[in-house]
C-alpha cells in the first residue's frame, strides 16, 4: 500500500475518528493537535441518521449512549421561568429536531474516540503545523514546537478556522459565508432543577436591540449547565485572542434581560471553557489540493447552530478513510470518490442550516416570537411524516459502503 503515513491536524471529532478507520486498513496515522491535551468541558452535539451506523461500526454506541446528556427536549421559557412552549425529542423522529435523542457533549464524544485509538494511533498534543510543502512524493510539515518532517498526505480537521486550509488553500475570507449572529458557550454553575430540558429564553428585537436567546443546556454533573448566548449582530471588532473584549461583547447584548440570565453572565469570568464567534458556514469547492485534503468543519460546516457537523464529521471521517483503503493509497482517486460521495449530504445539510435560518433564537418582533411558540405547540397534533421531513431527510443522505478491513485487524 502506498502513502501509508497521514498526518491529521486538529483532535476532536473528525480527526480522531478518520484515525481510527486508517488504522483499520493498515495505515499510519499521527494526530497533531494544538491544545495540550483533550479538552474539558463543552457543549452538547448531537448524532443523527448515518453517523449513527458508523459510531455502531467502530463498537463506541454503548459508550456514547452512557455518556448522554439526557436531554428529553427544547423548552422555552418567559422571564419568570415558565414554559410557554416545547418539543421533545420523540417529535422529529429519531435524528431530527433542535435535539436528537443522542445528545452527547462534545469534548465526551472526543474522549470516547480518543479512548478507542489512543494505544493504536499517534497523538502530539500541543502542537500545531505551521507551514506545508507539497510535491510528487509527499509532504513536508514544519510545526510549531516539534521537527520538520514528511508524510505522505496531510488532513485538515482543525475546524470552521482551519490552519491548514489557510496554508494550502489561502485565507479563510474566500471560504467562511457570515450567517449573521454571534454565539457564546461556557459551563456555569446553576441551581436550577431543569429534568433534561434545554431550556431557551428569548427577547425580540427592540428599543435599539437585537433579537436574542440566553439558553441552559442540560449536563451531567449536578448543580452545572452549559450556558449559551445567541444574538443577531453584524460583525463588531475584536481581536481572535482577546477573550475578555469577547465577553464583554456577550453582556453588552444580554445585561438587562431577565430570568436567569444575571447569574449566567456573573459566571462568565470564570468560565474555563468559554467559546466565542461568529455563526459561519464553510464553502468550498474542491475539498482537496495535491496531496492535502480537508474533512469534517474545516471543509463544509454547516452552522454550529445546525445540529449536523457532528454527523457530517463521522460519516466523512469513515467514508474518506475507506475510500483510501479502497483505492490502495491512491490519493488523487480516493480524495475525489470521498467529495463525490459527501457533496450532497453537505449541500444538503448546509440548504437545510440556511432555510432554517435563526429567525426561532433571534426573532424581530414580538408577533413572529409568539407564532414560533404557537408553532411548536402545534407540532405533536401534525402527522409525523410531515414533521419528520426536514433534518431526518438530510441526517440519512448518505448509504454506508461496506469497506474491506485487512485480515489481521
Known sequence: MKNRRILISG???????????LH????????????????????AVDIRGTAREVAARMGIVE??????????????????GKRVARMGTDVFGHSGGPVAEWSIRRTDLARIIHDATRDDVEY??????????????????RFENGEPSRFDLLVGADGVRSNVRQLVFGPEERYLRDLGSYMALYTAPTEL????WRLMYTVPAGNGRP????????????????????????????????IDAQKRIVIGAFEEDGWQVPAMLEAIWDAPDFYFD?????????????????????????????GIGTSLALVGAYILAGELAAADGDHTRAYATYQQKMRLFVDRAQEFARSAGDGGLMPETHRQMRMRNQTIRTLRFLPKRLVRRGM?????????????IPAHH
Open 11 to 21: 483532535a476532536g471529532i473528525a480527526g480522531p475518528a478518520l484515525a481510527y478507520w
Open 24 to 43: 483499520q486498513y493498515g495505515f499510519d496515522p499521527t494526530v497533531v493537535e494544538r491544545a495540550p491535551g483533550p479538552r474539558s468541558g463543552g457543549h
Open 63 to 80: 459508550r456514547v449512549r452512557a455518556a448522554g446528556t439526557g436531554a428529553r427536549g427544547m423548552a422555552f421559557v418567559d422571564g419568570a
Open 124 to 141: 502530539v498534543f500541543g502542537d500545531a503545523v505551521t507551514a506545508v510543502e507539497q510535491d510528487g512524493d509527499g509532504v513536508l510539515a
Open 193 to 196: 432543577g431543569y429534568d433534561g
Open 211 to 242: 433579537g436574542r436567546t440566553a439558553a441552559l443546556y442540560p449536563q451531567l454533573e449536578p448543580g452545572t449547565a452549559l450556558t449559551g448566548f445567541f444574538v443577531r449582530s453584524a460583525p463588531l471588532p475584536y481581536a481572535r485572542g482577546d
Open 278 to 306: 461568529r455563526t459561519l458556514q464553510v464553502e468550498m469547492d474542491t475539498w482537496s489540493r495535491d496531496r492535502t485534503v480537508l474533512l469534517g468543519d474545516a471543509s463544509y460546516c454547516a452552522s454550529p447552530m445546525s
Open 392 to 404: 431526518e431527510k438530510v441526517a440519512d443522505t448518505v448509504e454506508l459502503d461496506e469497506y474491506r
